[in-house]
């Protein structure tokens, strides 16, 4: 079964850096973008970032660019996400999900699939 | 960026009802749209891609509709393991970018 495993949350104080992981099995992670996904508890859903297959081009949202670093290590399958000077509106579920597409009429169409099960982010003192 | 807006943000129904959701971007997507549902401490699943084709695996009573700015979901028959939320995201633009989610509780 194709699956994708976060870890490294946890409890951060203001100012602080933690570095998430997503562990992927049952496909070989160069051959996807790949995207991080943020979810305040009880709120809805804010796309974070993304970096293509060899891990070349990364983009960020406004909200954390120049704080995150999104990067992958293709050979150890995992996809990784530093969060530095964070702040307490970083505090979120942190979801990894794959970049996955069908060709339809000769276009690609792309959308989240699969997601990994989320690792909670708390920013506090 | 290009903002999704959902209506209504909740609704109440009993099983077995007909329920629709809409979405609306600021801007024309074409029919890059998906929809997602999640249920509580779970990660969200994809139902719906480029507007109208189902996932594979996804009930039939899910469908998808519309081009442009105005999309719909529809569950024509729902069921116990409806009762969830769900959202809307288009994939036009490089930053890709969610509705507030629509919350689907029993009645």
């Known amino acids: 079964e194709v699956q994708l495993v976060e870890s490294g949350g946890g409890l951060v104080q203001p100012g602080g850096s933690l570095r998430l992981s997503c562990a992927a099995s049952q496909f070989t992670l160069s051959d996807y973008w790949m995207h991080w996904v943020r979810q305040t508890p009880g709120k809805g859903l804010v796309w974070v970032s993304r970096?293509?297959?060899?891990?070349?081009?990364?983009t960020y949202a406004d909200s954390v660019k120049g704080r995150f670093t999104i990067s992958r290590d293709n050979a150890k399958n995992t996809l990784y996400l530093q969060m530095n000077s964070l702040r307490a509106e970083d505090t979120a579920f942190y979801y990894c999900?794959?970049?996955?597409?069908?060709?339809?009429?000769?276009?690609?169409?792309?959308?989240?699939?699969?997601w990994g099960q989320g690792t909670l982010v708390t920013v506090s003192s | 960026d290009i903002q999704m807006t959902q209506s209504p943000s909740s609704l109440s129904a009993s099983v077995g009802d007909r329920v629709t959701i809409t979405c609306r971007a600021s801007h024309s997507i074409s029919s890059y749209l998906n929809w997602y549902q999640q249920k509580p401490g779970k990660a969200p699943k994809v139902l719906i891609y480029a507007a109208s084709s189902l996932q594979s695996g996804v009930p039939s009573r899910f469908s998808g509709s519309g081009y442009g700015t105005d999309f719909t979901l529809t569950i024509t028959s729902l069921q116990p393991e409806d009762f969830a939320t769900y959202y809307c995201q288009q994939s036009y633009t490089t930053l890709w970018t969610f509705g507030q989610g629509t919350k689907v509780e029993i009645k």
């Open positions: 970096i293509n297959g060899d891990g070349t081009v990364r």
């Open positions: 999900a794959r970049e996955s597409h069908q060709l339809l009429s000769g276009l690609s169409y792309n959308y989240f699939d699969p």
